[in-house]
């Protein structure tokens, strides 16, 4: 059960959080929604805004239960540090849907129950699978603390039909399954080849 949620608590980075040339005051108030919710763990508003495709994997109401879980099942504490937009990428018109890539800084911390996460081993197992987890990013542990640290920099995807202001949002993991379930190819090509 334990590994379950550890794969759970991985997936959080999979969970993304856009900028509309014709509103951008509105699509800057879907990210501050987005932003906060994270931040106060309403897992309700970040499921509502996350793409609907990602409920093809597992149902919506499965992951909202495992979410509200997590920390007490876990033995692992998040808090969601300052998030800050670095940058708005143009944006594409695919198909029928607007996309729009989003640079983002964050700190993530994980406080780890000092009974469930005690030896040497356990720590450094954690320390692997966070480095899987969140490739390139820079990651620390503090002893003392029994916490570790995750500087996040990555790139968002914000959605939209053409004509709707409903954003959906979704992280880009280049190697990762679930980017490529929910993004077309057109979109991840264009960012492997340096969006502008």
Same mark, same amino acid.
């Given at each position: 059960? &334990?590994?379950?949620? =550890?794969? =759970?608590?991985?997936?959080? !980075?999979?969970? !993304? %959080?856009?900028?509309?040339?014709?509103? @951008?005051?509105? %699509? /800057?108030?879907? =990210?501050?929604?987005?932003?906060?919710?994270?931040?106060? &763990?309403?897992?309700?508003?970040?499921?509502?805004?996350?793409?609907?495709?990602?409920?093809?994997?597992? @149902?919506? +109401?499965?992951?909202?239960?495992?979410?509200?879980?997590?920390? &007490? +099942?876990?033995?692992?504490?998040?808090?969601? !540090?300052?998030?800050? #937009?670095?940058?708005?990428?143009? +944006?594409?018109?695919?198909?029928?849907?607007?996309?729009?890539?989003v640079d983002y800084a964050m700190t993530l911390e994980?406080?780890?129950?000092?009974?469930?996460?005690?030896?040497?081993? *356990? #720590? /450094?197992? %954690?320390?692997?699978?966070? *480095?899987?987890?969140?490739s390139g990013q820079q990651i620390s542990f503090d002893?003392? *603390? $029994?916490?570790?640290?995750? $500087?996040?920099? $990555?790139?968002?995807?914000?959605?939209?039909?053409?004509?709707? $202001?409903?954003?959906?949002?979704?992280?880009? &993991?280049?190697?990762?399954?679930?980017?490529?379930?929910?993004?077309?190819d057109a979109v991840l090509d264009r960012l492997r080849? !340096?969006?502008?």
């Open positions: 059960m &334990k590994k379950f949620f =550890l794969l =759970l608590v991985l997936s959080l !980075g999979s969970i !993304g %959080l856009a900028f509309a040339q014709a509103n @951008p005051a509105l %699509l /800057q108030s879907h =990210l501050d929604r987005y932003f906060l919710a994270t931040q106060a &763990k309403d897992w309700k508003t970040v499921l509502d805004m996350v793409h609907p495709k990602v409920f093809s994997l597992a @149902p919506r +109401e499965m992951m909202e239960q495992m979410y509200s879980q997590m920390e &007490k +099942e876990s033995g692992m504490r998040f808090d969601f !540090g300052e998030i800050t #937009i670095l940058h708005f990428k143009a +944006e594409l018109v695919h198909s029928d849907t607007v996309y729009i890539p994980i406080h780890l129950n000092p009974t469930l996460f005690s030896s040497d081993k *356990q #720590i /450094q197992q %954690l320390f692997e699978a966070f *480095q899987l987890a969140y002893e003392a *603390q $029994n916490r570790f640290t995750i $500087n996040l920099k $990555n790139t968002l995807i914000a959605s939209t039909k053409k004509d709707s $202001n409903h954003w959906y949002f979704g992280e880009y &993991k280049a190697n990762d399954p679930l980017t490529r379930l929910i993004f077309p080849e !340096g969006w502008n």
